[in-house]
């Protein structure tokens, strides 16, 4: 298949599956405030006898305006993650040849898009050659929200282990290659492909909403919704969160945007679907797991 015959959106997981208590990623939740959506999320997203929250770690490839983007970048391989097992010294994980089933070689990628810069969405920024640090993807810009760059050169400054180290190896190496384009709200990256804030989870967290030619517009939301028991419950903050309530606000945001409309919300971490369109549902909200184009899966 020629890459132009390619879908417009494709979808790559890393790491599947992923398990935490949900007392721990959402202190606030509960899994009993959850039984009415037991038909939604058990099994896939929540396992409701151990009380564990189910997610993925994912990257999407997105073709547009003659753009080929990579939006997260996952865990990579080589990376001393000692406080996350699953994560640590990874080798061997076929995510370039899973890159390469969907069309694309490193050197093909024009745009890494990084909607914040946790460990879990950078790792595959560079990776490991004759013992240094090297971009992945030769002819990409990177592409980072210009608050969450700041926030965590700061970060690091003060102690380069911060974040998993992460800034250290998969920010850092690529900031000195002169390879990372900062960003602001509404800047088009390509053409229909704008940025859009999305503060809270970090300190500069952004999304990349995509108009497509023969669907509904696609919100890569990152950690916007950690998991869809965020959707009935919005006000369900991760502990990763930098700011809980400007969390909270955003994510009630783009739940009501996505309610009035077609969009469809792509976070990185959702199980089984690519992405979810939402359904006003009385008081609450509910997702519908779906595909690229919105339907139903
Ligand atoms: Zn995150």
Known sequence: MRATDRPAIETIVDLDLYEMPLSMLLPAGNVAALEPWRHLFEGDHVDYARGMVRIA????????????????????????RPQRVEWHQRQGTDFLSKLAQVGCRPEDIDIVMCTHLHADHVGWNTRLENGKWTPTFPNARYIVGYEELAYWQAQAAKSPEVNHGSYQDSVLPVLEAGMIDTV?????????????PLPGHTAGQIGLQISQLNGPDVLFCGDAIH???QVPYPEWASFLCFDPSAAINTRESIIERASSSDLVLAPAHVREAFGMRIKREGARHRPIFCDCFGRPV
């Open 57 to 80: 770690i994912k990257s999407n490839v997105a073709r547009v305006g003659g753009q080929t983007i990579l939006v997260d970048a996952c865990v990579g391989e080589h990376k001393e």
């Open 184 to 196: 602001a709200a509404n800047d088009e990256v390509a053409d229909g492909a704008v940025i859009v």
């Open 227 to 229: 998991s869809p028991v």
